[in-house]
């Protein structure tokens, strides 16, 4: 299913990617819809959609093999699996250990172009990592987030596992070439965040 204008919009309301906490981060400003005082914020739809374009286009300028998405948030999973799964880009899911990205004696040793972070918090480590060897970092960032070290923040609500995959969902169809899109097509939201399917 592709998004109309209304449906997308639609979309960002149903699985909360507007919602932001109740932190009043003044880098996030310009992300900001409205703050509802000592309970949350809403994010602006427009701009996070303008955002996921924006992280689009700079990620087709890397091999999708040196692309890494990192997500530690396990209600994630099927988001992140599917979308990994379709665009053909290396994961680290779970658990991140510090220096996989700079110790070349690690299993896991990964050396990626670009980095996606679904939550700088939490991903703190690949983070730290990432400006160690001087690798761009896109991050899914809520209001609670530090955008330190962050070169390109996705603004939206990253602490619900819908939102993230809502928001994968919406980079893959901008990324997509003919037969990618072809597929995405074809797969229903819900079934993208909620099942392995690809």
Request: proline share 3%; with cysteine; glycine share 6%.
């Amino acid at each position: 299913m592709v998004f109309k204008k209304l449906d997308k919009i639609e979309a960002y309301k149903t699985y909360g990617t507007r919602i932001g906490s109740k932190a009043n981060n003044k880098a996030f400003d310009r992300f900001v819809f409205k703050r509802i005082p000592n309970k949350f914020t809403i994010l602006n739809i427009k701009v996070i959609d303008e955002r996921i374009k924006l992280a689009a286009k700079m990620l087709e300028g890397y091999s999708r093999k040196d692309i890494l998405l990192v997500c530690t948030l396990d209600s994630a999973y099927y988001g992140v699996y599917n979308f990994s799964k379709l665009m053909n880009f290396s994961v680290n899911f779970g658990r991140y250990l510090a220096g996989s990205l700079t110790n070349i004696s690690y299993k896991n040793f990964f050396e990626p172009k670009v980095v996606i972070v679904t939550d700088p918090k939490s991903d703190r480590r690949a983070v730290n990592d990432a400006k160690k060897i001087n690798v761009p970092v896109i991050g899914i960032s809520n209001t609670d987030n530090s955008t330190s070290f962050i070169d390109l923040i996705i603004p939206g609500n990253n602490k619900s596992g819908n939102s993230i995959g809502l928001i994968l969902y919406m980079l893959a169809l901008n990324m997509a070439n003919k037969e990618e899109k072809e597929r995405l097509e074809r797969i229903n939201i819900e079934d993208f965040l909620t099942k392995e399917i690809i």
